[in-house]
């Protein structure tokens, strides 16, 4: 009965340590090593890109953005120019979602923002849907720099340890106890 007891309280201890999201924080890069002058957005699968600008950005931009993410296997979405001061795109404290095609991809490990012009900008935050990847989010809550590719990659890190997996511990709930009874027996 007391080892019954003692693997019910470890059981429990378990679902709570793991069942707790984790995330790494880190800021976005300039990422030099990069080369996306020969993207070829040839493929039929679309993208939904939700951008977030942040509160403390400009109050609007008349900067050129463009977007670029991919997963590890090198699949790769380009979109040119995705800003227009015409309909207010990137104002302060807004949110703007657009409709991306290109190459099909696994799951996004990274993404980088190009920012040309005099205004400055600062998103809050990138979400990306895809087709066969779950949805990613990348946190900027920066100033952009001009004339470089500006973001993240997380696609030569270990899949366990990247922030972009969901972290739900559901798998830690089923493999952990199953361990720890299979080493106690």
């Known amino acids: 009965m007391k080892a019954v007891s003692f693997l019910f309280l470890l059981q429990l201890t378990s679902i709570f340590i793991f ?5 790494i924080v880190s800021q976005p890069q300039v990422l030099e090593s990069k080369d996306f002058s020969n993207i070829q957005n040839v493929g039929s699968c679309s993208f939904t890109v939700v951008i977030k600008t942040s509160c403390s950005s400009v109050s609007f931009t008349r900067d050129q953005i463009s977007l670029v993410f991919g997963d ?3 699949n790769q ?3 040119p120019r995705i800003d227009d001061p015409s309909t207010r795109t990137f104002e302060r404290c807004s949110t703007d979602t657009f409709q991306v095609n290109g190459p099909c ?17 600062k998103p809050e ?14 946190y900027y809550n920066a100033f952009v720099p001009s004339g470089v590719w500006f973001g993240y ?5 270990p899949a366990q340890s990247a922030p972009l997996l969901p972290s739900n511990g559901k798998l830690f709930l089923t493999a952990i106890p199953g361990f720890l009874l299979n080493a106690l027996v």
């Not at 069942?19 to 995330?23: A, D, E, I, K, P």
């Not at 990659?153 to 890190?157: A, G, L």
């Open 19 to 23: 069942s707790q999201s984790q995330s």
């Open 105 to 121: 991809t696994y799951q996004i490990c990274h993404v980088a923002v190009y920012r040309t012009g005099m205004d400055g900008w």
């Open 72 to 74: 590890a296997y090198g």
């Open 125 to 138: 935050s990138i979400k990306i849907y895809g087709y066969n990847s779950s949805p990613v989010m990348f």
């Open 77 to 79: 979405v380009y979109a």
């Open 153 to 157: 990659d997380y696609c030569s890190r």
